[in-house]
């Protein structure tokens, strides 16, 4: 227990006002309940979608039009929030208020220029462009998939002035206006969907995300505005302005290569039966709801000790500090990946089969879900890697492993594409995500000493038998034969009946066999809101599609 204590130590901060304890139990618990209102939010986002549109062409062509927003959403609010916010943070910590939002606002100002110039031209060469993700569409869904594309192109604007707005409100710990952002996106999507859907068909999801977009900006601009230093200025001598360029070339081309990852993925499932872009995107979201919820929370707790450990070159420290997080990673995704893979059909038919999402929906969405989800404790692994990694001061080797990892994913993907379909554009991830996480993992390696190799082999293990004592117990109650009722009642109770099962033998075998992570995962959810201060709500995925 010791040991924990020890992993979990959150060095201090430089001592400033600090707010009453009430406030800061109360802006705690309203961070935790918008952050998970969020999340289920936007898993239900997907249910929606799912009853309206299931694996329909329509749904198809949806998500391929939302591939160039997506895209740019995640290479400019990624890469320039990450430029950005260290170097703002900088000019704050050095009292220097009216030159960070100098900075701020001109950087505002350009990307507002930026933007709003590649949203003008995505619309009117959405012709030239779309035909080349959506290669395999034939000429009726290509005009469709043009049409949508245009709708939504700028929504790009919003979003990613958003994200903006969000990391300097977060610097100045306005945390409440962030949080609301994912709350704001999902209820307007699903408010239009199911206002407008009789009407307007797939075009009601189209303006829903589009409208949705929006709302979370103009829910951060009350907060933002009140701070009343933002002011209509470009100053393009500002020293920051080269700084800010400096960081943002690698990270930008790190961000541009997790996102050709989506671009090929729909490239490629273009040439398939309609239905597969749809399905993959259904198992993909199911598969990122652990790794949203727990690794990011991990994520979260770890980074600032690492950075810390690293200031005082405390290697050993450092290398402590990943193990655990690796441990923890474990000890959340192994059991989801056998859980994932062993409940597929029963997660998707309760979830998922309702409205136009019928069994045939289900059957293709279920028989995708185990390839995406051996995949999950690698792309857990790297949240935690990656951090460290930057924790470290090291960029250059993690951008050039990200872009091997598409080149390889890739090139998977043209061997297994004509015989495996789908299967093998999810499998490409998985395997690509896993040779990531390796690569990741010898470069930590380097750059600490003294990784306790054994202890996470022997963690590992364990947590591997009691994750195999959970899979038997799954099995033979799916052996038993039992049915439930069609009805989303009877369904959902049958699942919850078999993960309750299946999470107390897991939970019975890991405390038989004394794995500390039991203990550990507890605390560090805690440890997440036991800060002097409230931490921000965790970045979230590109909220188009």
Request: charged letters at 10%; one cysteine or more; hydrophobic letters at 55%.
């Amino acid at each position: 227990m010791a040991r924990i204590k020890q992993h979990l130590r959150v060095v201090p901060e430089p001592k400033r006002p600090q707010p009453h304890r009430f406030s800061i139990g109360a802006s705690t618990l309203f961070i935790m309940g918008a952050t998970f209102a969020s999340t289920v939010l936007g898993f239900m986002r997907e249910v929606v979608s799912a009853k309206f549109y299931g694996t329909r062409w329509e749904m198809d062509t949806f998500l391929a039009a939302a591939t160039i927003p997506t895209i740019l959403f995640g290479v400019f609010n990624g890469a320039l929030v990450s430029a950005l916010v260290p170097t703002f943070s900088e000019y704050l910590a050095h009292r220097k208020e009216d030159e960070a939002w100098r900075l701020a606002s001109t950087v505002l100002n350009l990307l507002a220029i930026v933007l709003t110039a590649c949203a003008v031209v995505g619309f009117f060469t959405a012709r030239w462009y779309v035909p080349v993700i959506a290669h395999g569409f034939p000429a009726p869904q290509m005009g469709v998939a043009i049409r949508m594309t245009r709708w939504l192109m700028p929504s790009i604007v919003a979003v990613s002035l958003s994200g903006v707005l969000s990391a300097m409100l977060n610097a100045y710990h306005r945390f409440r206006a962030t949080a609301l952002v994912g709350v704001a996106v999902n209820v307007v999507t699903i408010a239009t969907v199911l206002a407008f859907n009789r009407s307007l068909g797939i075009y009601a999801l189209v303006i829903g995300t589009a409208l949705g977009l929006s709302a979370q900006l103009l829910v951060q601009l009350p907060s933002f505005l009140s701070i009343r230093k933002y002011r209509f200025t470009i100053d393009l001598h500002h020293p920051g302005l080269q700084k800010i360029w400096m960081l943002l070339g690698p990270i930008m081309v790190g961000s541009a290569a997790g996102q050709l990852a989506l671009f090929f993925d729909r490239f490629f499932a273009s040439t398939l039966s309609p239905g597969y872009i749809a399905g993959m995107n259904y198992a993909v979201k199911l598969v990122n709801f652990p790794q949203q919820i727990f690794a990011a929370a991990i994520a979260t707790v770890i980074f600032p000790l690492l950075a810390a450990q690293f200031a005082r070159d405390n290697r050993r420290g450092v290398a402590r500090s990943l193990v655990t997080g690796l441990r923890l990673v474990n000890f959340i995704t192994i059991p989801a990946v056998c859980a994932l893979i062993v409940l597929a059909r029963p997660m998707v038919q309760t979830l998922f089969e309702r409205g136009t999402f019928q069994g045939g929906a289900t059957d293709l969405t279920a028989g995708l879900l185990p390839y995406a989800a051996v995949g999950l404790l690698a792309l857990a692994a790297n949240v935690v890697l990656t951090r460290c990694c930057f924790a470290c001061k090291e960029t250059a080797w993690p951008v050039t492993i990200s872009v091997g990892t598409v080149v390889v994913n890739v090139l998977l993907s043209l061997v297994w594409l004509p015989t495996l379909g789908a299967r093998g554009l999810l499998l490409a991830n998985s395997v690509s995500q896993t040779m990531q996480a390796i690569l990741l993992l010898m470069l930590t390696a380097r750059l600490v000493s003294g990784i306790d190799w054994g202890a996470l082999l022997v963690s590992s293990m364990k947590i591997a038998l009691s994750s195999l004592a959970m899979v038997l117990a799954l099995s033979w109650i799916g052996a038993l034969g039992v049915m439930p009722d069609a009805t989303l009642a009877s369904r959902a109770w049958f699942l919850f009946g078999q993960i309750a099962i299946g999470g107390a033998v897991f939970l019975a075998v890991a405390r038989m066999l004394n794995i500390e992570e039991l203990e550990l995962a507890r605390r560090t959810i805690v440890a997440k809101f036991e800060r002097n201060l409230v931490s921000p709500p965790d970045n979230r995925e590109a909220p188009i599609a």
